[in-house]
């Protein structure tokens, strides 16, 4: 019988991550965090790991440690006159006009004050190795409220559930435009159940957008891990748990292309255990 002592004493931990963006306020990730077999012989061939994967060393899949694990916090500013930005006209559909006092405008190129650059979307691109990490049980939603996405751009992992919720009284059609997930495109009347959606490849970044109103667009970044971030208001991102280790941190943001290559800025960060990093990006005004 192989020796599992390691395995077997460490149970699978659970771990709260509140994610920084105040775009996703309340968005929690909850990670069921499945102990690896490192250590451990060869299992029974039919027996499968906690992550529902094949028991083999290949299928280890990483834990997140909060408690020495690295931070890594930033500002992310644009460097240049901030593009206008647009007023959208809902004009065209009865209900989106009336759900606004006054016509909502564009987040895409969203800048405040000193620059700060929002929604953009900060995270681990390299030096992980290739580890996996256990999606959390709990959903993202992408709420379709008075016309316009929320949030207008997100995280989520690999094999994480996504709803689609429609809060609206009108008609929404969510379609994705996916070059490594499979895409989707359904229509969402008024009082529909949410849609539910998983995506099952890396991808920086997915857009979506809705068929029916030309001006909604969101975008998804899907990763294998949780090491991950969208600026808020102030510009800001911070990504608590990152293992020791050297890194390439990207930045991305869709800027006035409005499309999913957008425009990004690598750097370099090398972090020991509890470190505290600041790795700040400055983006060329487009
Ligand atoms: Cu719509």
Not at 74 to 100: E, F, Q, R, S, W
Not at 140 to 151: D, F, N, R, S, V
């Amino acid at each position: 019988m192989p020796d599992c002592a390691l395995a077997n004493l460490l149970k699978p931990l659970e771990a709260m991550i509140i994610h920084p963006s105040l775009r996703q306020l309340g968005y929690m990730l909850s990670l069921t965090l499945v102990v690896g077999l490192v250590g451990c012989g060869k299992k029974d061939s039919d027996e499968e790991d906690d992550s529902g994967g094949k028991s083999d060393a290949a299928a280890t899949v990483a834990t997140v440690d909060m408690t020495n694990g690295a931070t890594i916090v930033g500002t992310v500013k644009l460097d240049g006159a901030a593009p206008v930005a647009k007023v959208i006209n809902m004009g065209g559909d009865a209900y989106c006009g009336a759900a606004h006092k006054t016509s909502p405008v564009s987040d895409d190129h969203w800048v405040n004050n000193g620059g700060a650059l929002v929604n953009a979307f900060v995270y681990v691109k390299d030096g992980l190795g290739g580890k996996t990490y256990a999606a959390p049980a709990t959903a993202i939603t992408l709420a379709q409220k008075g016309c316009t996405y929320e949030p207008h751009v997100f995280g989520i992992m690999v094999g994480q559930t996504m709803k689609v919720e429609n809060d609206d009284q009108t008609l929404h059609n969510v379609h994705s435009v996916s070059a490594a997930n499979e895409s989707f495109n359904e229509g969402q009347p008024p009082g529909t159940p949410a849609k539910e959606h998983k995506m099952t490849k890396q991808e920086v970044m997915i857009p979506i957008k809705c068929d029916v109103h030309g001006w909604m667009n969101s975008y998804a970044g899907v990763l294998p891990h949780p090491f991950f971030a969208v600026t808020g208001a102030d510009g800001k991102y911070e990504i608590k748990g990152v293992p020791a280790g050297d890194y390439t941190i990207e930045c991305w943001h869709e800027s006035t292309k409005s499309d999913a290559a957008g425009v990004t800025q690598d750097q370099k960060v090398t972090v020991a255990a509890k470190d505290s990093k600041t790795v700040d990006f400055t983006l060329k005004a487009q």
